[in-house]
C-alpha cells in the first residue's frame, strides 16, 4: 500500500467535513453564545488623525454649508448606539485651514447613535480632502479618526466609532 500525499484541496475538504460533523453534533444554544461574545471590535486610532485637534472644542450648529460630515457611534461588544457622546469634528475648508476656529466644531450624537454636521466644503491639505474626528470625553477610550474622501468634489464624508469603556 502506497501512501498518496495530500492536496490542498483533499486537505481542506477533510478538513471542512471534520468541523461540519463537530458542529452539528453539538446542540445549537452552545454555539451561538460563543459567536456573541466576540461582540463588535472596537476603532482603531487612525494616523495623523489627531493634528490640529482642540481640547473641548465649543458644541456648534453648523461651521458653513454646503458639506456634511456624518457617522455612527457604537459601543463595542454588543453594538449598542450611544446617545449624548461628543463627537469633534474639523478639516481644511474654504474658510481657512485645520488650525482655525471657524473648523472647529463638536456635536452630540442622536437617541441611534447618528450625528451629522454641516460645514464649509472640504479642500485638500497636503494633498488629499480629509476631515478629522474625535471621541474624547472620557468614558470610552478615545478614538481619532482621519477619513479621506475620493475626490474634492465630494460632498459629504462618513467616519463611524465603535468605542470600547476605558
Do not use: C
Amino acid at each position: 500500500m502506497t501512501d498518496a500525499p495530500l492536496s490542498r484541496r483533499s486537505l481542506l475538504v477533510a478538513t471542512a467535513g471534520v468541523a461540519g460533523t463537530a458542529l452539528l453534533s453539538r446542540p445549537l444554544g452552545l454555539v451561538a453564545p460563543v459567536m456573541a461574545a466576540a461582540g463588535l471590535a472596537p476603532t482603531a486610532t487612525m494616523r495623523g488623525g489627531a493634528n490640529n485637534y482642540r481640547p473641548n472644542a465649543p458644541m456648534v450648529d453648523r461651521l458653513g454649508s454646503g458639506f456634511f460630515v456624518r457617522g455612527k457611534v457604537l459601543r463595542a461588544g454588543d453594538g449598542a448606539p450611544l446617545r449624548g457622546v461628543r463627537i469633534q469634528i474639523w478639516a481644511a475648508t474654504v474658510l481657512g485651514g485645520e488650525p482655525d476656529p471657524v473648523n472647529h466644531g463638536s456635536v452630540l450624537t442622536r437617541a441611534d447613535g447618528s450625528f451629522e454636521l454641516e460645514m464649509a466644503q472640504i479642500v485638500p491639505n497636503f494633498g488629499q480632502p480629509h476631515a478629522h474626528l474625535a471621541y474624547d470625553d472620557g468614558a470610552f477610550q478615545t478614538v481619532f479618526l482621519r477619513p479621506v474622501m475620493p475626490s474634492a468634489r465630494d460632498t459629504s464624508v462618513s467616519a463611524d466609532f465603535v468605542l470600547a469603556p476605558t
